[in-house]
């Protein structure tokens, strides 16, 4: 495929669609607890009650957002997008996303963070390996067929569930941990397994909180 397809695949398979997926998924799902017996109530956990979530900024190449407690910085080669927070505080679904691109004319990279604010699941449910199990599905719902190998990877020395993906001439990795009152999700995308690896071991993670 040429190099403007894959990136145009890419795009369409994560983006929009994705999100579109998951939102529907955190809309949905509570309710259906709800009607087998579950009570999912929109409960912040206290150490970050008060604080009003934030699309955060990017500074100097760094993604930084204390409303979250996070910060990142993509592999030099990324370039961030500006952020975008879809999703009411304590009312709906909250989703704070960035992506970060390699620039055209080069092979095919990506890097995308999201946060999803956990209040609206129930609290057995807000697990790092809840959550992933949840993830791994919308990236299969998406077409990618999982690709054997490792369980788990670190950023920065911070531990994350894991697992690889393939569809045609993509390839992504999906990290995934629970942290306070959010999950954090990166996904790796290029055309194989190596380019991915190298996106992880250049990313840098901090907590901030």
Known sequence: MPMNGVRDSV???????????????????????????????????????????????IDHGTYKNPSIGLEFTPAQSLRLKDPVMNGTPGKTPLFITVQA???????????????????????????TAKYFQRSTQVV????????????????????????????????????VMTHGAYAYVFIFVGPDGGVTNKLVESTKVKLTR
């Not at 259906?32 to 955060?56: D, E, H």
């Not at 390699?102 to 963070?113: A, E, K, L, R």
């Not at 299969?140 to 788990?152: H, T």
Request: proline share 9%; glycine share 8%.
């Open 11 to 57: 795009t369409n398979m994560w983006g929009f669609k994705t999100l579109f997926l998951l939102m529907t998924l955190a809309v949905t799902t509570p309710f259906l607890w709800a009607q087998q017996g579950g009570k999912p109530q929109p409960k912040t956990p206290a150490s970050t009650q008060n604080v009003l979530p934030t699309k955060g900024l």
């Open 140 to 175: 299969v719902a998406n077409g990618f067929s999982p690709v054997p190998g490792r369980s788990s990877a670190q950023i920065s020395g911070i531990p994350f569930l894991c697992e690889d993906f393939a569809k045609g001439a993509v390839h992504e990795t999906l990290l």
């Open 101 to 127: 691109e390699n620039d055209p004319g080069s092979v095919f990279s990506q890097t995308i963070f999201y946060a999803e604010a956990l209040a609206f699941y129930p609290e057995e449910q807000r697990t």
